[in-house]
Every structure is written in structure tokens, then in C-alpha cells.
């Protein structure tokens, strides 16, 4: 069944590969569970080719969408052994050559982060998680472990983040029982990037109002438009007032790894802690995160809690007893999907990446500059890239720019999503696929026009 199934999936890889047939067979919600249910007898193959049917496809040339890697096929074949031995990670002896592989992958980052010696880090599932685990930490070091004891009762705590900051981070601030007062949201400027000016101002405004700040969240990048923060000058503000700082880089700390674009986080290297995905930019399967600290001591204090079942020995900073750290008690071996690739091709492919994908969504953007029907909303500074359609008769852009994006979708020849910025309808597109070629963007656009065309034909005949 093994050797059945990497046939499959060596058909299903050349096939996307070479952008047979769509991106997803739009299949609706009641019908995907009718199929599931008319599956009979015992036939896993049946299964699996269900599955395959109704399930996106990365690997194809045309899927320009959310923010995750096609992944390298030696992950996938990695993904088996972790499967299999299924190894819990929380404890050394759970995996000792996955706990290996997580501290020398990590140590591998801080250096490349330009952190001192003292850093240290682990794989947790996801950067949602990741940035929740180290605000916990930044709130342990402020307060010297009295939440832990005591409960929010009386905290005044507050994270500082700019208002595109990925909806995760408000999330975390609210398990923290902080609710809405609990955030400041620092002002963006027109390449919503943090802005300095109003970061120093809150912090000020803080300060009046008796509250603590605790952490400033910075991201590299942000989500919906894949912009960088100044991580050098907001570093400058956090070291002068004592505020821990917590880069958020799921999507584009990757750029480490490259000459060409390591600039985007001059400063990462005074962070306290950063969160950086694999599973974004760096073709590892989701999910599978890092979270670095400057200071390993600081990750030990995040869950101060003892599980005498689990360690005995209860002081000691064990950096091979990985629950210590991590919010998940049993987790997958995940770094052994992220090895395979650093053994096999070296972190140079993880450069060639970033550099690829970049460069495509650069000259998508002078596509997107040189076509008079479209709008970019800003230059790209990542692989993230958000754009519109321009009618002006049509007044509602966004309603309009919605509905291409719905019929998009529903054809399944392109697979782009759409964002909300100042309010207005975008369309968005993240370059996953180092294949993807100029050509792929001339089609694209050339089909939204299309489809522009006809959605404005319809609505006339209708008026
Ligand atoms: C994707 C993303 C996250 C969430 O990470 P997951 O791995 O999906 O949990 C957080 N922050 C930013 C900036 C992101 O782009």
C-alpha cells in the first residue's frame, strides 16, 4: 500500500507540477460530505483519491493564494517516520534524536538571527501558539511570576501592537485574560508598517494611565499586505523604556537565510524572542514553527508550573526536556521534516526560495503597474501582494473585486483570496510556488478582466 501510495503522489506531484487540470475542483460544503458518506467498503485508495479530489493544490503553478509552502517531497517522506514511530517529544527519552534535531536547527537560527550565545529556542505547533508562549514568557519576566500565582485580578498589563498585526496576537492578549484594554493598537503608516512616532506616544499615554506595558509585538511580516516593521528602530524604543520585544515573523523572518533580502529585519538580533514558521516561505508541511529566545533563560519561565510525573529534577534548565518550554505536552517530531531538507540540499535552498519567490511577486507588481485596468495597493516588499481591479463606471469597486475573487474560486483554474485594507476590498495573492511563472500573472490577469467583464455585463442586463 506504501509503494501504492507514493505512485499516487508522484502522479499527483507531475500533474500539478505541470498544471494539469485546476487548482481545486470547487466542491460545496453539503456535497463533500455526501461523497464522504457514499464511500463503501475497505478500500483506503478509495479514500485517499477522495481526499486528493477535494483538496487545493499547492504544487500547482496557478495557486497564488494564502500563505503556505508547497512542500518539498522529502518532507512528505520524513512525515512517515515521524508518523510512524510517533515519538511525544515532551520528555527527552521521547525522542532523542528529534530532541537533537530541534536544538541544533534552533541554535542554527539564532545564529543566523545574529543573537548571542546565550539563545536558545524549540519547534511548537504553529505561530499562533509560538507568539502566545512568548508573550507568556514577557509577562513572567515583568511581573516575576505573580500572575502565574495569583490570577489577573488588579493587572494593568498591556501588549503593544500596530494595527496590522496578525488577529492571533489579539487573541493571545485576550487568553491572557487582558481583554480590551489589554491592547494598544500603535498607528501604521501608509506602507502599514508600525509606526514609530505613535508607538513612543502610547507608550507614553501608558505610563500616564498607571499601566504596565509588557511587550511590543512587531511584525515581519504582516499579514495582509506583507509589510515589514522597522525592527531596528522599534528595538531602540523598547530597549530605552524596558519593554520586552516579540517579533512576529511567521510569514517572513525566512529572509535570514538570504543575502538579497536579510536587510527587511536589520535589528532582529535585539529581540528578546521571535516567532518564524516553516510551513510559509521555507517548504516544510504545517505546522511547524520555532520560537527563539535572546535569553534561554526566559523561556524557563514562561510555564512555571512543576509536572512531578513528567521531571524530577525541578530547578535545572534542561533544554532536552522540551515540555518545560513548549504549551503542548505530547507534540510531532517536527524538526525532522525541516533536517531532511537542511541534510539533503543545504539551507542554500531555503535561500533560493525566499529569493524566488520574491523576485516573482516583484515583477508581478510591475505587471500588475504596466496593465491600466489594475490598482496595487503598494509595492511588495515579501511575496504578499494585494491589488484590484479598476472600473470607473462601476463605482463599488470592492463589491466588485469580490465577486471576481468568488467566481475565481468557484472556476478553480486560479486560487487567490482577498483582504480588507482602510476598509476597501482587495484582491490578494501570496507567491507560494517558485514555478509560477510571469506568464501564470499575465493569465491571471487577463482572467480577472474576463470575469470583470461578464460580472458587469450580467449586473447591466439586470438594471
Ligand atoms: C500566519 C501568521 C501567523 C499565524 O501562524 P500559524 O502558523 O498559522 O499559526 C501569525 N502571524 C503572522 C504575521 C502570520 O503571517
Given at each position: 500500500?506504501?509503494?501504492?501510495?507514493?505512485?499516487?503522489?508522484?502522479?499527483?506531484?507531475?500533474?500539478?507540477?505541470?498544471?494539469?487540470?485546476?487548482?481545486?475542483?470547487?466542491?460545496?460544503?453539503?456535497?463533500?460530505?455526501?461523497?464522504?458518506?457514499?464511500?463503501?467498503?475497505?478500500?483506503?485508495?478509495?479514500?485517499?483519491?477522495?481526499?486528493?479530489r477535494t483538496s487545493i493544490r499547492l504544487h500547482h503553478p496557478k495557486y497564488i493564494g494564502h500563505q503556505i509552502s508547497p512542500p518539498l517531497p522529502i518532507t512528505a517522506v520524513s512525515s512517515m517516520l515521524v508518523d510512524l514511530l510517533n515519538n511525544g517529544m515532551g520528555v527527552y527519552e521521547m525522542g532523542m534524536g528529534g530532541t537533537a534535531i530541534e536544538r541544533k536547527i534552533v541554535e542554527e537560527l539564532a545564529t543566523k538571527f545574529g543573537m548571542p550565545e546565550t539563545a536558545d529556542g524549540f519547534f511548537t505547533s504553529g505561530g499562533s501558539l509560538a507568539n502566545l508562549t512568548a508573550l507568556l514568557a514577557a509577562r513572567a519576566m515583568k511581573t516575576d511570576d505573580a500572575v502565574w500565582k495569583f490570577g489577573t485580578q488588579d493587572v494593568r498589563h498591556v501588549v503593544l501592537v500596530s494595527e496590522a498585526a496578525h488577529y492571533c496576537v489579539d487573541r493571545a492578549v485576550r487568553i491572557m485574560g487582558l481583554g480590551d484594554s489589554g491592547i494598544r493598537r500603535v498607528k501604521t503608516n501608509s506602507k502599514f508598517q508600525m509606526c514609530l512616532d505613535d508607538l513612543e506616544k502610547s507608550i507614553e499615554e501608558l505610563s500616564d494611565e498607571g499601566r504596565v506595558a509588557i511587550a511590543v509585538v512587531a511584525s515581519a511580516c504582516s499579514t495582509s499586505t506583507g509589510s515589514y516593521d522597522d525592527l531596528d528602530g522599534i528595538a531602540s524604543i523598547c530597549q530605552a523604556n524596558k519593554i520586552w520585544l516579540h517579533v512576529d515573523g511567521a510569514h517572513g523572518v525566512p529572509v535570514v537565510f538570504s543575502r538579497k533580502y536579510r536587510h527587511l529585519v536589520r535589528g532582529i538580533s535585539r529581540a528578546d524572542s521571535v516567532t518564524m514558521d516553516f510551513h510559509k516561505l521555507l517548504m516544510v508541511p504545517a505546522v511547524t514553527s520555532a520560537l527563539v529566545f535572546r535569553n534561554s533563560s526566559d523561556a524557563y519561565r514562561t510555564f512555571s508550573l512543576q509536572a512531578e510525573y513528567l521531571f524530577d529534577n525541578r530547578d535545572q534548565e534542561e533544554w532536552f526536556n522540551l515540555a518545560r518550554r513548549t504549551f503542548e505536552c505530547t507534540k510531532q517530531m517536527i524538526g525532522l521534516k525541516v533536517m531532511s531538507i537542511i541534510h539533503t540540499y543545504g539551507t542554500e535552498i531555503f535561500e533560493q526560495n525566499v529569493d524566488q519567490l520574491y523576485d516573482l511577486t516583484r515583477s508581478f507588481a510591475i505587471l500588475i503597474q504596466q496593465d491600466e485596468r489594475f490598482e496595487l495597493a503598494l509595492e511588495p516588499e515579501s511575496n504578499i501582494l494585494c491589488f484590484r481591479y479598476l472600473e470607473t463606471k462601476h463605482q463599488e469597486h470592492c463589491e466588485l473585486n469580490a465577486k471576481i475573487r468568488t467566481a475565481l474560486v468557484k472556476d478553480g483554474k486560479f486560487y487567490i483570496v482577498q483582504t480588507m485594507l482602510d476598509g476597501q476590498t482587495w484582491l490578494r495573492t501570496t507567491v507560494a510556488n517558485p514555478f509560477t511563472s510571469n506568464e501564470d500573472f499575465q493569465q491571471l490577469l487577463d482572467e480577472i478582466g474576463r470575469w470583470a467583464n461578464s460580472i458587469l455585463r450580467e449586473e447591466q442586463s439586470t438594471i
Open positions: 500500500m506504501g509503494h501504492q501510495m507514493v505512485d499516487f503522489l508522484t502522479d499527483q506531484l507531475r500533474d500539478s507540477q505541470n498544471a494539469n487540470g485546476k487548482v481545486l475542483s470547487w466542491t460545496d460544503p453539503v456535497d463533500a460530505l455526501k461523497s464522504l458518506s457514499d464511500l463503501k467498503g475497505n478500500d483506503p485508495s478509495e479514500l485517499f483519491e477522495f481526499v486528493s
